[in-house]
Every structure is written in structure tokens, then in C-alpha cells.
């Protein structure tokens, strides 16, 4: 479907003209007209598919009517990282080129000058505010803002909010809405913890799911099956010879990120981390930087890294697996855009396997399993049915299940692949 064929307004079509879009994704097309209907939603489609436009352009075409107040808040959109927020103030400036509608980026982290700007905006009343729940509610509690006429109250990635803890927060900016207010969610997955979410903010909302794509065939992905205390030795053999024009490495913990970073930087490589014990003026350095290619390899946690949106990343490594599918087509969809090749490798420890089965599983597919180093020692079988937790007095459990037939156990006279480009290489051709 094409954008001319929504029910927006003309400034609004004239902008997306001038950015030369002209056919719009399956969420943006769903979730368009319902915002514009008035009715309440929650849309469950995972990151890339353009969720941002799907709430932005429908508000933005509401206000640019004019029939809004001026000097109120009029559309409030929550995110829950300061990264996010960025992008959808960017975004944002984009959309509304040809309209008069202005909004303000209220997150954490910013210099002085930031925070009065972010002051002054509220107590003016920008028609939009973008905000992360914790700075919006220290500007609430000095008392100048005034949430009594916002019209449009959005969470997007509500999924990765409640991951962070951010419902208390949520649910106390929500009570000073009106009762009159629009209310919607934007979420990758639609957990238990989600749907009472949406029960307790919703008023008989339109519901859309659109099913978690597949990642692209150009992706090739791959598995080393190993035990925890050989996941750092690992990374550090994998760039022993050559590395990607781009990595990127997810890790589960701020801990972990800092120990690969400063594994990686003892081999003298172009790495930095990314996570949020680093200031906001630190991490938005670390993602220019990242992104004009003055750093080649990117460490970070799911909750940052969400946030960065790079078209030619070549390598994405799962240093921990994921804790749900959709979370691993989010990472390693990251990798094969615009064409491209791309490479996603996972670490699957013995306590992993189960959640990695759960993953191929949701794929339909087997993963290939890359055999270990030789100089890493052995690894574990791939047993996945076995359920593994921690032996107790010496005993181990009693579930018996057979091997899987791609194990990985390391055969004999094999040698390490290398993963380059999007391309695999044996480590003798180097």
C-alpha cells in the first residue's frame, strides 16, 4: 500500500514525498488508520519494521488540523532508552518538515543548557514530548508540568520498558492523563507481563500481531558449542587473524561487556563498549564513532544496543544466547541489510543449549554447529533435551536423551573456520 492511499494530511504526504517514501510497511499500514480512527492499540511487530512512522505520521497528521491547543502537551511518546528517544526526535524532525508542529527529547544524561531546554519546552507546552520515564518524572515533580490536555499518549518497545523496570514509573505518568487520552502500545513481544500492561491502559484497544519474520537467507548463521568459562578465549580466537569491516557483540550484563572489551583491546583491536554505566555524552560518542567506522567492533547490552541503527554491519556475535526468539531475529537481524552478506555466530553454553533449541525450534531449521579450537580443549555435547543445572554433592541428573547428530564435539584433524565478510574461510587459506 502506498502512503497516498492513507488518510493522512497533504503537508504530512507532502513530507514523506520529499523523503521519497512512497510504499509503506504492513504495520504502518495497520496501525495508521486506527490512530487516526481515535481508538486505542496495541501493535506487536518486531524492530525494523517501521513502528516509529506507524505512531509518528497519524499524530503528527491529528495536530497539524490545528485543533489542539497551542501552549499545552498535546502527545507524550515514552521510550525506554535515551538512544531511542534520539532517533525519534530525529525521525520526528523529518515528518513534520512542512508542519508546524514542534516537539522536545526529554531524556537523562545531558549537559545544563540540554536540561533548561528540555525545562522550557515543557512549561511552553511542545505539541510532542519524547521522553524516558525516569527524566520525564523528575521534570514532573518540580511541579511546571502540566499533563491536564495530552491527547496522544504513546510507549513504544513497552516490552524492553517493563524489561527495565520502568512500570511503576509508567503506570504513575499514566495516571495523570486524561481520561480522554488515546492510549498506545508499541511492543517486538506480546508476554504475559505485556498484555496486563495493556489491560490496565487500554480502553477497548484494536490489537494488531504481525508475525515475526523469518531473518534474511543472506544470513549465515552458526554455533559454538562450548562451556561458559571458554566464551572469552573464544572471541578472542575468532579475530585472531582477521576481522569484519563491523561487529557487533550482544552480551547479556554491563560485567561482560567489559570483559570482552578489554579482552579484544589486548589484542590491540578497534573496540569499544557500550552500556548505561557510561555517561550519555560517552555513548554517543562510542555510536558516531561506530557508525563512520572509527570503531570496528561494538560491544554491547540488548537494552543500548537496541538503539543502533547501522546499515553495514557484516558480523553479529550472540556472546550469550537470547532470551527468547524474536530477541535473536531482532540481534542478528542487524547483519545482511541493504543487500548485503552477513555473518551471526551465537556462544551456546551448557545451561544455553535448551534456549538454543527453543531458537532453531522457532526457525525450523538446525543451526550449523562450528567445532571449537583445538587449543580451547574439548567442548560440550549439544544435548539439548538434557535440562543441565548445577551438580549438588557430586550427583547430576538422571534425564537421558540422545545426542544430537550435529554435536559439538570437536572432530579430529578439523581446524577453526573464520568468519569474514559474510563469507567462511579455513584458517589454513590464511
Sequence with gaps: MKFSELPLENAVLDALDAMQFDECTPVQSSSIPLIIEGRDLISVAQTGTGKTAAFLLPIISQLSKGEYPSNKINCIVMSPTRELAMQIDQQMEGFSYFIPVNSVAVYGGGTGPQYGQQQRGLKMGADMVIATPGRLLSHISLGYVDLSAV??????????????????????????????????????TMPAKIQKLANNILNNPAEIKLAVSKPAEKILQAAYICYEAQKLTLVQELFKDEVPERVLIFASSKLKCKEVTKALKRQHLNVAEIHSDLDQKQREDTLHDFKVA???????????????????????????????????????????????????????????????KDIEKFLDKDIFK?????????????????????????????????????????????RNPRFSKGKTTDKRSN
Excluded at 513497552?158 to 487520552?181: H, N, S
Design 370 to 414: 562450528v567445532p571449537i579450537p583445538e587449543e580451547l580443549g574439548e567442548g560440550p555435547e549439544y544435548k539439548p533435551e538434557v535440562r543441565r543445572y548445577p551438580k549438588r554433592n557430586g550427583g547430576h541428573s538422571n534425564k537421558r536423551s540422545s545426542s544430537s547428530n550435529n554435536s559439538g564435539k570437536r572432530p579430529q584433524g578439523r
Design 151 to 188: 491527547s496522544f499518549f504513546v510507549l513504544d518497545e513497552a516490552d524492553r520498558m517493563l524489561d527495565m523496570g520502568f512500570y511503576e514509573d509508567i503506570m504513575q505518568i499514566v495516571k495523570l492523563l486524561p481520561a480522554t487520552c488515546q492510549k498506545i502500545m508499541f511492543s517486538a
Design 294 to 356: 572509527k570503531i570496528n567492533i561494538l560491544v554491547g547490552t540488548d537494552i543500548v544496543a537496541r538503539g543502533i541503527d547501522v546499515e553495514d554491519i557484516r558480523l553479529v556475535i550472540n556472546y550469550d544466547v537470547p532470551h527468547d526468539s524474536e530477541d535473536y531475529v531482532h540481534r542478528i537481524g542487524r547483519t545482511a541489510r541493504a543487500n548485503t552478506d552477513g555473518v551471526a555466530i551465537t556462544f551456546v553454553s551448557e545451561m544455553e543449549q535448551s534456549s538454543f
